[in-house]
């Protein structure tokens, strides 16, 4: 494949890291030291297959699974041996960050997740969507493919105008809204075919690397909105590893400490690139211990296990080879070999040096060889393969397009302001979950940030009796992002050896997005107006029903004409509805506008006061396996004469309906929904400019079914 040229631009005062360091620094373009042809060698096995590996197989080609282990062979329970078909089955989590990409810009072209063909996707005042950028000068800009590397300007951060989602361009500059093509992401995107994407996974902070990492080791950033002081043990709340450790959790990271002294890593293929964050806090400490201070005691200190002493040496060699990999992620590998001295613990977190962690300028390619080394390590020991669950996710978007609407808090929210400035949620990136109970090809659509995967941590560690609650997570966030529970199936474990493809072949892999099956859900949103015409308003409330207990999910209103066009964001819980109230006497009875919320819900509204269309929405909830669901609409004539609706599927199932109701009559429509899904469209022939559209997805899971 041809590789497009790109020079990257020039250092950006918003860019990621402007603290001084012994080596390069964080922005300057990392120039590769020979890249390494030929393949890396899979330490996995070969067995024979379970039927969804083969359909997976069959989907993927080459880059499908290889089958299970004899651990396939299954117990009088009908699960694969050694497992119970629960949680307990769950005995290692390990987490690999990796740097500043967005989910568009890696999954925007898979299949089955939603990426340029949203046709939910937020639509602008003058027809265009949001896949249509305007530069300054009015040029559109649209999403191409580019497996060039570079860099972007992170202008967008601490502009709240941005929160309208058309400033992409503006802000970030043309090259934000590439992506990379189906080939160069061939690895990337077989993982994601065989095991479970998430497409609503949303970095916790519209900011840059260092305030996004401090909430996946300790659920908050404390307002910082910039990469300060990094590495200097300052910070002085509690983090998750050390709740770990008072909980009597094992747990370890796992990094090249390479550097020299208190700040000094190095900007290369070796050292941590400053990203492990437990060096920032006051509990890892090293400075004034004695050598056998308890912290820093092999196999249990605090410290030890965070690799958080001062930096020191240097891992040869230190260039882009097989070797460089080896080194550095050497006390992995020795971790999951049978007998280690220090096995593998129940947590862990991986931290890539700078030339393997993604960061632009430093290539996607170079990380994906580094990911598959780490899965190669997992695989080799069929023990630890098949009782792990691995979360690839990644700090934030480095300014890269993204084009669905993060969660935002309303003004006020406590600890999720910055002074004015919203902290959460910033656009979507990229995570991936490989274990046996991901596996198969999904997609999970709940909302998820990086304290889900504390929040799941929580649940797992009170499931084997040694709970933990994190005190740093806001309540706000804790109800809007989920627990990762809804996109795992504990029940029915598909264990065993996967083949993933070389990422240096560029190879794309052959799958449509029916191959990709979303995880039910068990709660749905939903919004309906109706008008007071003598006080000339139209309202519309958004309610929540069903999900675990606390469920909150977030809703915004964008104006579709007569007013300016703006975001105002409503967090709405099962107990708690909200309204937004259109003042239609200021636009002489007109109103048109839309609601929007996660996983492709739209409703938009538009009309005249008195107009005699009137519909009530009704979503029936399906049960997960025989029924999907549907839609009830219920369609009035509150005129004179007959009227005629046209309805219309704009996505999903339903086709196009005509439905005549004569004066004063009504009639119901139930119409269908693919595995929940539904997207409809509502006009009638003899009233100019009302419309209604209901899109989104109804509960396909029985309430708490996580």
Same mark, same amino acid.
């Given at each position: ?209 260092? /305030?996004?990492?401090?909430?996946? +080791?300790? $659920?908050? @950033?404390?307002?910082?909105? !910039?990469? %300060?002081?990094?590495? &200097?043990? #300052? ?62 005691? /092999?196999?249990?200190?605090?410290? +030890?296990? $965070?690799? @958080?002493?001062?930096?020191? !040496?240097? %891992?040869?060699?230190? &260039?882009? #080879? ?385």
């Amino acid at each position: 494949m041809t590789h497009i040229p790109n020079t990257p631009a020039p250092d950006s005062p918003h860019d990621d890291g402007s603290e001084p360091t012994a080596g390069a620094s964080r922005r300057r373009f990392l120039q590769g030291s020979g890249a390494v042809a030929g393949t890396l060698a899979l330490s996995g096995f070969t067995g024979s297959g379970t039927a969804e590996a083969a359909d997976a197989t069959a989907a993927t080609g080459a880059a499908g699974p290889t089958g299970a282990t004899s651990a396939a062979a299954t117990s009088r329970r009908g699960l694969p041996r050694g497992f119970n078909g629960d949680i307990s089955d769950l005995k290692h989590v390990v987490i690999l960050m990796q740097e500043n990409r967005s989910l568009d810009h890696y999954f925007g072209a898979f299949p089955g997740v939603r990426g340029f063909g949203d046709k939910q996707a937020l639509r602008f005042q003058d027809g265009t969507s949001v896949f249509q950028q305007k530069d300054a000068t009015g040029k559109i800009v649209s999403p191409q493919a580019d497996d060039g590397a570079w860099g972007n300007d992170h202008g967008a951060w601490g502009d709240v105008n941005h929160r309208k989602w058309d400033l992409w361009v503006q802000h970030s500059g043309a090259s934000c809204m590439n992506y990379h093509s189906d080939a160069y992401m061939g690895f990337y995107h077989s993982v994601a075919a065989q095991y479970t994407i998430a497409d609503q996974n949303f970095c916790s902070e519209f900011g840059p690397t260092d /305030p996004n990492r401090k909430y996946l +080791w300790s $659920g908050t @950033a404390n307002s910082e909105t !910039g990469n %300060t002081d990094e590495s &200097n043990y #300052s910070r002085p709340w509690v983090t998750v590893a050390e709740q770990l450790q008072d909980a009597g959790i094992d747990w370890r990271l796992f990094s090249d400490n390479s550097g020299d002294g208190r700040q000094g890593y190095v900007s290369s293929w070796i050292g941590d690139y400053g990203d492990n964050e437990l060096k920032y806090f006051k509990g890892f400490e090293p400075a004034g211990l004695s050598a056998d201070d308890p912290r820093l005691r /092999p196999g249990t200190g605090l410290i +030890w296990r $965070g690799n @958080a002493t001062y930096y020191a !040496g240097t %891992t040869t060699p230190n &260039n882009d #080879s097989d070797a460089n990999l080896d080194a550095v992620l050497k006390t992995l590998h020795d971790a999951c070999q049978p007998g280690a001295e220090h096995p593998l613990p129940a947590v862990s977190w991986i931290v890539a040096p700078y030339g393997w962690s993604e960061h632009p300028g430093a290539d996607t390619m170079h990380g994906e060889r580094y990911v598959k080394k780490v899965l190669d390590i997992l695989q080799g020991n069929p023990d630890i393969w098949n009782h792990t669950l691995f979360i690839l996710n990644y700090d934030e978007n480095d300014g890269k397009f993204d084009h669905v609407l993060p969660p935002w808090p309303e003004q006020g929210t406590a600890r999720e302001y910055a002074g004015d400035y919203p902290l959460g949620f910033g656009p979507r990136v990229p995570m991936l979950l490989v274990s046996p109970w991901t596996r198969g090809g999904h997609v999970a659509s709940e909302v998820f940030d990086h304290t889900s995967t504390i929040k799941f941590l929580e649940v797992w560690a009170a499931s084997v009796g040694k709970p933990f609650h994190c005190p740093n997570i806001s309540d706000w966030r804790r109800s809007i992002a989920g627990d990762l529970t809804s996109a795992i199936d504990f029940a029915h474990p598909h264990p065993g050896p996967a083949t993933f493809p070389d990422p240096l072949a560029e190879t794309p892999v052959s799958i449509t997005a029916d191959d990709m099956t979303p995880r039910p859900l068990s709660f749905q949103p939903h919004a309906t107006i109706a008008e007071d015409r003598k006080a000339g308003t139209v309202t519309a409330t958004m309610t929540l029903a069903g999900g675990p207990v606390g469920k909150a999910l977030s809703f915004q209103v964008f104006p579709d004409k007569y007013e300016a066009f703006s975001s105002t964001p409503f967090t709405v819980t099962e107990k708690k509805s909200r309204t937004y109230t259109w003042d239609a006497k200021a636009n002489d009875g007109k109103y048109a506008f839309s609601i929007y919320c996660n996983d492709g819900f739209v409703r938009s509204f538009a009309g005249q006061l008195g107009d005699p269309p009137r519909v009530q929405a009704e979503l029936v909830a399906g049960d997960g396996a025989h029924h999907h669901g549907e839609v009830k609409l219920t369609l009035h004539n509150d005129g004179p004469k007959r009227i005629t609706y046209t309805l219309a599927a704009n996505d999903f199932l339903g086709g196009t309906r005509h439905v005549t109701v004569a004066p004063g009559h009504t009639s119901t429509v139930t119409w269908p929904t693919k595995q929940g899904y539904y997207d409809v469209v509502l006009t009638v022939d003899a009233v100019a400019g009302w419309t209604q559209r209901y899109a989104g997805r109804v509960a396909t899971a029985e309430r708490g079914c996580r």
